[in-house]
Nanobody, 126 residues
Framework: QVKLVESGGDSVQAGGSLRLVCEVS??????????MGWLVRAPGKEEKVATI??????SYSESVKGRFTIAKDNAKITLYLEMNSLKLEDTGVYYC???????????????????WGQGTQVTVSS
């Protein structure tokens, strides 16, 4: 059974920083070609903010580019999101997700179609 557990969410002031962590368990060891990502949900908003692929490449939404950094620890299948210069509009529940990529095509992968965690709340106030 695949399980994703997020942590690190908190209430911070605008301009502050947070580090989110997502620990994955139960993912098949035979699958090494996967992607992981962070998604945020808030009233009126659902956005994929960052994705990391099995080849190490990353992608970000325009709203977080330059402020957020996604990283992973392959050995433990742990995903991180460093969030800097937080803005009010970053408020929401942040979910991590993981999905298997197409064989021999690591960039052909979208975590939103895979397993999700339960989310961690990030609240940014002025």
């Amino acid at each position: 059974q695949v399980k994703l557990v997020e942590s690190g969410g908190d209430s911070v002031q605008a301009g502050g920083s947070l580090r989110l962590v997502c620990e994955v368990s139960g993912y098949p060891e035979s699958v090494s070609n996967y992607c992981m990502g962070w998604l945020v949900r808030a009233p009126g908003k659902e956005e994929k903010v960052a994705t990391i692929y099995s080849d190490g490449s990353t992608s970000y939404s325009e709203s977080v580019k330059g402020r957020f950094t996604i990283a992973k620890d392959n050995a433990k299948i742990t995903l991180y999101l460093e969030m800097n210069s937080l803005k009010l509009e970053d408020t929401g529940v942040y979910y991590c997700a993981i999905d298997e990529a197409v064989v021999n095509d690591p960039l052909n992968c979208d975590p939103i179609y895979g397993y999700w965690g339960q989310g961690t709340q990030v609240t940014v106030s002025s």
